[in-house]
Nanobody
Framework: QLQLVESGGGLVQPGGSLRLSCAAS????????ISWFRQAPGKEREGVLCISTRGRREYYDASVVGRFTTSRDYTKNSVYLEMNSLKSEDTGVYYC??????????????WGQGTQLSVSS
């Protein structure tokens, strides 16, 4: 069964850091671009950033540039979202999604179930 599972969400104070994980089962993440999305309360889901199979990062949300980054762990078949200098407006459910091929321009084919991040003092 093809599956993506996010983990690592939680409650963080403003200015804090957190790392989310996106682990794949049933297929090898090495061959697919992976995007991160988030959905804030009462808002639509929006793209955050993407990493291609070659490690090229593409930011969809300018507000996270310089604060968020994403990386691959080939040994664990996982992708991470490193978040620093967190703000209350970063609160939401975070999803990872696999594209159909190697580039961030390719269509999305598989979504995880999401993990909740709450930024609050």
């Amino acid at each position: 069964q093809l599956q993506l599972v996010e983990s690592g969400g939680g409650l963080v104070q403003p200015g804090g850091s957190l790392r989310l994980s996106c682990a794949a089962s049933g297929f090898n993440l090495d061959y697919y671009a992976i995007s991160w999305f988030r959905q804030a309360p009462g808002k639509e889901r929006e793209g955050v950033l993407c990493i291609s199979t070659r490690g090229r990062r593409e930011y969809y949300d300018a507000s996270v540039v310089g604060r968020f980054t994403t990386s691959r762990d080939y040994t664990k078949n996982s992708v991470y979202l490193e978040m620093n200098s967190l703000k209350s407006e970063d609160t939401g459910v975070y999803y990872c999604a696999a594209h159909t091929s190697t580039r961030c321009e390719d269509e999305l084919k598989l979504w995880g179930q999401g993990t909740q991040l709450s930024v609050s003092s």
